[in-house]
């Protein structure tokens, strides 16, 4: 599964989310690198975010909580309520539900979420379960962090790693694939051990206390989407440094086996934040005390688009390009194997 390109959503999504008559209760809806819409129910806020997951059978409840879970997060609240919808290829797959259901609520009872409903259905058209998780969370007066609101002067916080989620998934889905260039069954389980990292819910509440300025969980399109996104709704220009990055070896092998690039692989389980230089050093002090791997990877500056250091080169990108993923290119590369 991947992206549409922006301009595509542009014409053909965008224009249909903003109905003709004015709705005052609607504080921010769809658009697009902000990944949750705010509503005022009386006199508090609320948070609400969708997310599908698709492909990944093992774990695919757990994996699609966590997931919809990280946006309401990373917008500096944590989440509290959920709805599910499965839908399985055949009305036989009772007991495929019944996994589905059982890792949704190990996810929701990790984070403390209440699944409150949801659909269930079977559907011919399908050949793998799609799990689509909404997830819900009222504000209760915290301040509410966008995907726009990092400031020149900032320094970046990038948690987690590059291209975490996607190189545990290629350890699960292609790992004949991985043995035949040359991984190892070590090299495969350390792997698939990483998508157990996927939440990010801690390390948000962290960095949300520590006064972010911004934040984006980092899904499909990579680090280098994410930052794109941050750059293109704050109004400024990102300055990385990937030696700066959190060291992840085993995502280092695989990118070298299967010749892929981490900065562009999914990699739920890592988050892109801002921060002002006065908190950068206590936050991640915090994280660091928590068990998280993070680093201090670069500034924010007057400008657009992100400039980043890598190896000894200079890259600079502008324009976003939602639709290029790594892990869509390797499904389309290693599918008939």
Request: aromatic letters at 4%; one cysteine or more.
């Given at each position: 599964?991947?992206?549409f390109?922006y301009?595509?959503l542009?014409?053909?999504?965008?224009p249909?989310?903003r109905?003709?008559h004015?709705?005052?209760?609607?504080?921010?809806?769809?658009?697009?690198?902000?990944?949750?819409?705010?509503?005022?129910?009386?006199?508090?806020?609320?948070l609400?975010?969708?997310d599908?997951?698709?492909?990944?059978?093992s774990?695919?409840?757990?994996l699609?909580?966590h997931?919809?879970?990280?946006?309401?997060?990373?917008?500096?609240?944590r989440p509290?309520?959920?709805?599910?919808?499965?839908?399985?290829?055949t009305?036989?797959?009772?007991?495929l539900v019944r996994e589905?259901m059982?890792?949704?609520?190990?996810?929701?009872?990790e984070?403390?979420?209440?699944?409150?409903?949801g659909?269930?259905?079977?559907?011919?058209g399908?050949?793998?379960?799609v799990?689509?998780v909404?997830?819900?969370?009222?504000?209760?007066?915290?301040?509410?962090?966008?995907t726009g609101?990092a400031?020149?002067?900032?320094?970046?916080?990038?948690?987690g790693?590059a291209g975490?989620?996607?190189?545990?998934?290629?350890?699960?889905d292609f790992?004949?694939?991985g043995?035949?260039?040359g991984?190892?069954?070590?090299?495969?389980r350390e792997?698939?051990?990483l998508?157990?990292?996927?939440?990010?819910v801690?390390?948000?509440?962290?960095?949300?206390?520590?006064?972010?300025t911004?934040?984006?969980d980092?899904?499909r399109?990579?680090?280098l989407e994410?930052s794109?996104?941050?750059?293109?709704?704050?109004?400024?220009?990102?300055?990385?440094?990937?030696?700066?990055l959190?060291s992840?070896?085993?995502?280092?092998?695989?990118a070298?086996?299967?010749?892929f690039?981490?900065l562009?692989?999914i990699?739920?389980g890592s988050l892109v934040?801002t921060?002002?230089?006065?908190?950068?050093a206590?936050?991640?002090k915090?994280?660091?005390?928590?068990?998280?791997?993070?680093?201090?990877?670069?500034?924010v500056?007057?400008?657009?688009?992100?400039?980043?250091?890598?190896?000894?080169?200079r890259?600079?990108?502008?324009?976003?390009h939602?639709?290029d993923?790594?892990?869509?290119?390797?499904?389309?590369i290693?599918k008939?194997s």
């Open positions: 599964m991947s992206k390109p301009e595509m542009k014409e053909c999504v965008y249909f989310t109905p003709e004015e709705d005052d209760s609607v504080i921010l809806g769809a658009t697009f690198g902000e990944d949750v819409a705010l509503t005022r129910v009386g006199k508090d806020l609320l609400s975010h969708v599908p997951i698709v492909g990944a059978v774990g695919i409840g757990w699609a909580m997931v919809a879970c990280n946006d309401i997060a990373c917008s500096g609240i509290r309520w959920a709805q599910i919808l499965v839908l399985v290829p009305k036989e797959d009772h007991q589905i059982a890792d949704a609520a190990k996810a929701a009872e984070i403390q979420v209440t699944i409150v409903g659909h269930t259905g079977y559907s011919s399908i050949s793998r379960p799990v689509a909404t997830a819900m969370a009222p504000a209760m007066n915290r301040r509410i962090i966008g609101g400031r020149p002067g900032d320094h970046i916080i990038i948690t790693g975490i989620e996607g190189t545990s998934i290629l350890a699960v790992a004949d694939e043995r035949f260039l991984l190892s069954e070590d090299e495969l792997a698939s051990r998508s157990d990292e996927v939440s990010v801690t390390e948000a509440m962290i960095l949300a206390d520590h006064g972010a911004s934040m984006h980092v899904t399109g990579g680090i994410t794109i996104e941050i750059s293109r709704l704050s109004g400024v220009s990102l300055e990385i440094d990937a030696a700066l959190p992840r070896p085993i995502v280092d092998r695989f070298e086996a299967f010749s690039d981490p562009k692989m990699s739920s934040a921060i002002s230089s006065e908190t950068v206590t936050a991640l915090a994280l660091h005390g928590s068990g998280i791997h993070a680093g201090d990877v670069g500034t500056k007057e400008g657009r688009g992100i400039t980043l250091y890598r190896k000894g080169t890259f600079t990108e502008t324009e976003v939602c639709e993923d790594e892990l869509a290119r390797m499904w389309a290693h008939e």
